[in-house]
């Protein structure tokens, strides 16, 4: 009598806990009932006395959630209706690696007859890591390049100066989104932080080598739209300013002789990037992704600093011109999508 009321007590008091459940729906028929515990790009994962059971997309009618079933087992549970719709992506992680190939296009801003441009193709790396969990996502990734690009310049004095330029690039991110549902249109507002740095090593292989490094932090603030076409293609927009802060030049002025190098500060611009996601689904978890991309960024003119050599003597002033960046290329890589089920 005592565990009746107990038990009694406890359905009055907690019914949805005890009852709901979640129950897909298979285009075959069947139903599976139980807890949904996680979702990825292309499959579910649902919990049933204990074990898990993923179950694709494409094998789904329809999903509804926190359904309470009706006193006889056999009848169909009911449904909530503001609670029955097709699986969304809600929780999963993600890992891409992905080969880069950027054409680099830089100028000086200096005055005729004077120049100073950089053109030619970089290869490169990107990795990522992303971490979906329904509307929020969170990503990291860095990306590393480097290859030589045709220099065509002058001297101070206007005589013209040829030759090649080797170039490193390192650029590492941490962003935060939220999913915005827009219909068949997802729509993702997010906003980071970030850090990108340039080695770039002047009169590479001559006797006046000498290596310049820029570097500067930035703030990337975008917007996404994924369109879904079909099972497997998916196409995406993107557009994302950075804001550019804290950037700076080393320039290697002691390897020429001078006391030591030059530090100066750069004038800070605001740049922007486009890109185009395209992402077809190999299977559940693997994804191929080619992504045409262009982006454009600037530098403002440095300070200017004293160049000193022989423990102190004044010798000459220097300064960054300003510049200007445009660069287009494509990402090409794999995508592994997955989903941990808890213990």
Not at 27 to 46: C, H, P, Q, Y
Not at 228 to 247: H, N, P, Q, Y
Not at 275 to 294: H, N, Q, V
Request: hydrophobic share 40%.
């Amino acid at each position: 009598m005592k565990k009746s009321a107990i038990l009694t007590l406890a359905i009055l008091l907690f019914p949805v806990d005890i009852f709901a459940q979640d129950v897909i729906y298979l285009n075959d028929g069947k139903l599976m009932k139980g807890r949904i515990t996680s979702e990825s790009g292309a499959a579910v994962t649902i919990e049933m006395e204990n074990e898990w059971r993923e179950i694709k997309f494409t094998d789904i009618k329809k999903v509804m959630r926190n359904s309470v079933p009706r006193p006889d087992a056999s009848a169909a549970p009911a449904e909530t209706p503001s609670r029955v719709r097709k699986p969304d992506p809600a929780r999963y992680h993600s890992l891409d690696a992905l080969l880069t190939v950027t054409n680099f296009d830089y100028k000086e801003t200096v005055p005729a007859p004077l120049k100073s441009t950089e053109k030619g193709w970089v290869p490169g790396i990107l990795l990522k890591y992303g971490y979906h969990k329904k509307r929020m996502l969170a990503a990291l990734s860095v990306e590393a390049g480097g290859g030589d690009t045709n220099y065509d310049g002058t001297t101070q004095a206007g005589v013209p100066v040829t030759g090649t330029t080797g170039n490193s690039f390192t650029d590492g991110s941490a962003v935060v989104g939220y999913v915005l549902p827009a219909g068949a249109v997802r729509l993702t507002g997010y906003a980071g932080i970030g850090r990108r740095t340039w080695e770039r090593t002047l009169g590479a292989g001559t006797a006046s080598e000498y290596l310049e490094t820029y570097s500067w932090n930035y703030y990337p603030v975008g917007l996404r739209a994924d369109f879904r076409s079909g099972e497997k293609f998916s196409i995406g927009l993107d557009a994302c300013v950075k804001i550019m802060t804290g950037g700076e030049i080393v320039i290697g002025f002691a390897r020429m002789g001078a006391d030591s190098d030059l530090t100066l500060k750069l004038g800070n611009k605001t740049g922007y990037r486009f890109s185009a996601p395209i992402e077809y689904a190999r299977s559940e978890k693997w994804f191929f992704l080619l992504t045409p991309w262009y982006e454009h960024s600037a530098i403002g003119q440095s300070n200017t600093g004293a160049v000193t050599i022989m423990g102190g003597t004044p010798y000459a002033t220097a300064y960054e011109p300003a510049s200007n960046t445009i660069m287009y290329g494509i990402n090409a890589g794999f995508v592994y999508k997955f989903s941990i089920a808890p213990k």
